[in-house]
Structures are given as structure tokens and as C-alpha cells.
């Protein structure tokens, strides 16, 4: 569905899944001379799909680090006693079964059926895809390549298919909306759910930004800070 593909793009704001996703294609769709739109959707496909490659201690073991996160305890907290009580001072009876609630705390909801792999299990809270982007044509093209290395043919290896994450995907959820919403800094937050890859080749101006931290020092987080605004190196 959506396939930014140069690194600069990946950290302009933009607008996330959903509606977002949706106004893209049907302006394509409308586009004259606009090729012609591949129909199927790129679905979620769930964190256990991305796990069989991304399990690799060597190479960052992005499922591992996602596991220790809130994220992927995000649809078993709307079944506390503080959840309840959240709940109840908005109308919501079944948090684990409201919109108004898993809208934010699982991956894909509101998305048209045909949009997510079969037995893709909203029980697994926010997963990868909410921060990355359906994950289906990824994996198709990244099984691909690999099947031509086996046979000795080059591997392509640029950005495919994901959707970059900026501080506007986190904001989609962080915001106050949230009944138990606490004030966000996108440089905290980054540093504290990282999963880089120790092995990934990037440039210079990309390593940079991803070390990027906080440029308010203890007034953080600040209007900018939250934004992503502002940031500066982080001194060594
Ligand atoms: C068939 C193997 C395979 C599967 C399954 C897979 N990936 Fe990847 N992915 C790769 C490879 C290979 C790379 C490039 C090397 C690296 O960064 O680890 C990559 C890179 C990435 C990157 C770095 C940015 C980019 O586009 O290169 C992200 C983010 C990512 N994968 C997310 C996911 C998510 C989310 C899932 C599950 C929906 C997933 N991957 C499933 C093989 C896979
Ligand atoms: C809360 C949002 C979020 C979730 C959930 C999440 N990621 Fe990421 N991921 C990020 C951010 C932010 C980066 C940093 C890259 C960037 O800013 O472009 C990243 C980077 C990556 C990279 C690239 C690493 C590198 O060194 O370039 C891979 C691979 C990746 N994620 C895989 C996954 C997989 C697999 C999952 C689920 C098991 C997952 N991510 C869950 C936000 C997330
Ligand atoms: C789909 C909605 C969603 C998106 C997108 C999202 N988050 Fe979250 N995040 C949550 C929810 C819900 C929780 C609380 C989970 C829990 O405590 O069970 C959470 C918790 C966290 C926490 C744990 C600390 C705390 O206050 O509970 C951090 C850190 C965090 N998110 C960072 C990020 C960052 C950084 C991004 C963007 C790269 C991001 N999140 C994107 C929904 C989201
Ligand atoms: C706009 C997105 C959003 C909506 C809607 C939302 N949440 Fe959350 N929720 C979050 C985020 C983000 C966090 C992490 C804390 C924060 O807000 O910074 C969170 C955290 C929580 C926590 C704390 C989890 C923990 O481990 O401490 C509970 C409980 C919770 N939410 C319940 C609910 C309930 C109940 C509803 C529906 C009435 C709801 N949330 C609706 C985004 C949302």
C-alpha cells in the first residue's frame, strides 16, 4: 500500500496508516497515466511472521526487543482493574472490546478485513506493523531476494516497503487522547523501545539521526521534543 522507498523520506512527517493509506490510494487511483494499482493490499501479517528473520542476536533481534516492550503487552492491559476503571469514566464497559480503546492498543484495528493475514491475532497488542507498516510485500520481497542469492544472483538490498517511521506514527497513539496519557518526547521514548541493528549499513546523515536525543535537557519533554523537533547529538 504504501511504499516509501528513499531514506530521506523516511523521516519527513507523514500521514500515518488508515485514512492516510486509504487517500493515497484513491489518489493514485484517479492519477491519469498513474500505473496501474496493484488491487491486493499489503497486509498485516503479525509479529510471528517478522520473527523467523528478525530473531538474530548478531543482527539486533528486533522480536526479542519488542517482546520486553509495553507495546506487546498493550491489549492484555485493557483487561486491568485500571483499564476498568478508565473505561468507566467514558461509557466503555469491555475495554478489550471497544474501539475507543483498541483503536491504540492493538496493531491493525479499523483496518478493512481484507487488510490483515489470516490469523493475524489482534491479541498480541501494538505490534511491528503499527509502527512499520503492513509487512506482507516486505517479506515477499525480501524471501525473493534471498531465494536468488541461494542460486548466486545479486541481491537487491535497498529500503523496500516499509513505511518509515517518524515521530508522527508514535504521536498517532501518544497523544491525549489517551486516558492515562503521559506527556511523550519522541527522542525518550525512541531510545527507550531501540532495536537497531548493530550490523545495518547506513549513511552518515542517517546514523546520525538515529542517535539523535532530546536538545531541552530536563525541561523535556517539551512542545518540540515531542514532536521530534530539535534534536542533538548525543554526547559521548
Ligand atoms: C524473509 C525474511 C524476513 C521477514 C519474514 C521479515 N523481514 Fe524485515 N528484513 C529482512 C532483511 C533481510 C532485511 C535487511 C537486513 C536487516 O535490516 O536486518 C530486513 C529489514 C527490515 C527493516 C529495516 C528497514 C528496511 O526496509 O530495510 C525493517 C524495519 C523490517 N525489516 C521490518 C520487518 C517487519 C515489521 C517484519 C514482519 C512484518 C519483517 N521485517 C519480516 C528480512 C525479513
Ligand atoms: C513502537 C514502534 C515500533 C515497534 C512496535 C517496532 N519498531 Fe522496529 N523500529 C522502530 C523505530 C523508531 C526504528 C528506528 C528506525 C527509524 O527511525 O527509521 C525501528 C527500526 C527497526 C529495524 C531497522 C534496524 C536498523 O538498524 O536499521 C528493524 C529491522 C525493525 N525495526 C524491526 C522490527 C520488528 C521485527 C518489530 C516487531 C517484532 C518492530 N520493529 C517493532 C519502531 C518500532
Ligand atoms: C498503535 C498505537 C501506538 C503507536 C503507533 C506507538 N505506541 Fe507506544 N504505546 C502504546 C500503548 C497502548 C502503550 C502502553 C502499553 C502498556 O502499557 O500496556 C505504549 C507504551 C509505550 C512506551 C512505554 C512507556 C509508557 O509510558 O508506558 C514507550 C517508551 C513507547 N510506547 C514509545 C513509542 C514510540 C517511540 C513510538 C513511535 C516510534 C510509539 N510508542 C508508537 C501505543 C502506541
Ligand atoms: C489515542 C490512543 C489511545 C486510546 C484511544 C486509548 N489508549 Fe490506553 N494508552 C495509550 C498509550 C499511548 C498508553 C501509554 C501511556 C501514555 O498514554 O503515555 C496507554 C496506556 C494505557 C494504560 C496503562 C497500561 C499500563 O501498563 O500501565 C491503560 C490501563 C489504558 N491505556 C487503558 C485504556 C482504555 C481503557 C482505553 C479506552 C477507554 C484506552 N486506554 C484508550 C493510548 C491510548
Redesign the pocket.
Known sequence: MRTHTSTRSRWLPTV?LGIGGALVMLLAAFTPGAPAQDKKPNKFVGASKCKSCHSSDETGNQHAAWMK???A??????ASEEAKKAGAARGVTDPQNDPACL?????G?GAPPENLAKGFDIKL??QCE??HGPGELHIKKRMAAAAKAEKGAPVVLEKDELAP???Q??????NSE?P?F?P?C?F???E??KHLNPKAQRTEEEAKRLELVCGEGDKCPTEKCAKGEGGIPKSK
Open positions: 500515518t516492550m509495553d507495546h503487552k498493550a491489549y492484555e492491559a485493557l483503536k491504540c492498543h492493538v496493531t484495528h497488542g501494538v503499527s509502527c517511521v517518524t515521530p506514527t508514535c504521536l498517532g497513539c501518544h489517551s492515562t503521559k511523550f519522541f525518550k521514548r525512541r527507550e523501545t
